[in-house]
Antibody
Framework: EVQLVESGGGLVQPGGSLRLSCAAS????????MHWVRQAPGKGLEWVSS????????YYADSVKGRFTISRDNSKNTLYLQVNSLRAEDTAVYYC?????????????WGQGTTVTVSS | SSELTQDPAVSVALGQTVRITCQGD??????ASWYQQKPGQAPVLVIY???DRPSGIPDRFSGSSSGNTASLTITGAQAEDEADYYC????????????FGTGTKVTVL
């Protein structure tokens, strides 16, 4: 079964950091670009970051550029998102998602999400 | 960056047809994909590419596109189709890489 399982969320104070992880199984992880998407409480979906198959190309939304870092370990079938300098507006459910095909056709597998709450 | 605009809410009678639209400049260059999200659940891809459905998605879901508008049609809506629906595509500027639509709440009456 194709599956993505996120972990690492939690309650953190403004300015704090977390490392989110996404464990992949059931498919050849190294063959697919991967994405992080977040959803603030009661709001819509927001693309956060993407990474190529090798990890050599990374992309970020302007709202997180310079604060978040996406990475992957293909030997461990795991995607990461290092989130630093957290702000209240970063409070959201963070989903990892698998690219369907060649960046242009959407995200066909999603994890259940991990919740990040930024509050003092 | 581009924007993808959707109607906030639509309703449809059980068994009838509903069309959800998504407007944005990026849709002139890129396909839209569509996601269904039920409360407390992760999004599910229902349409991608020109009009393709992932395995397991009922054929009552279909997609189309014309100019700067993409559409998701549910033909013969079922109670379980009540959900939020989001369109999504590459951004025409390349930065940001992707953009999501504002979302449409579909209510099945």
């Amino acid at each position: 079964e194709v599956q993505l399982v996120e972990s690492g969320g939690g309650l953190v104070q403004p300015g704090g950091s977390l490392r989110l992880s996404c464990a992949a199984s059931g498919f050849t992880f190294s063959s697919y670009a991967m994405h992080w998407v977040r959803q603030a409480p009661g709001k819509g979906l927001e693309w956060v970051s993407s990474i190529s198959t090798s990890g050599g190309s990374t992309y970020y939304a302007d709202s997180v550029k310079g604060r978040f870092t996406i990475s992957r370990d293909n030997s461990k079938n795991t995607l990461y998102l290092q989130v630093n300098s957290l702000r209240a507006e970063d409070t959201a459910v963070y989903y990892c998602a698998k690219d369907l095909l060649e960046w242009n056709y959407g995200m066909d597998v999603w994890g259940q999400g991990t919740t990040v709450t930024v509050s003092s | 960056s581009s924007e993808l605009t959707q109607d906030p809410a639509v309703s449809v009678a059980l068994g009838q047809t509903v069309r959800i639209t998504c407007q944005g400049d990026s849709l002139r260059s890129y396909y839209a994909s569509w996601y269904q999200q039920k409360p407390g659940q992760a999004p599910v891809l229902v349409i991608y590419g020109k009009d393709d459905r992932p395995s397991g998605i009922p054929d009552r879901f279909s997609g189309s596109s014309s100019g700067n508008t993409a559409s998701l049609t549910i033909t013969g809506a079922q109670a379980e189709d009540e959900a939020d629906y989001y369109c999504h595509s590459r951004d025409i500027s390349g930065n940001p890489l992707y953009v999501f639509g504002t979302g449409t709440k579909v209510t099945v009456l």
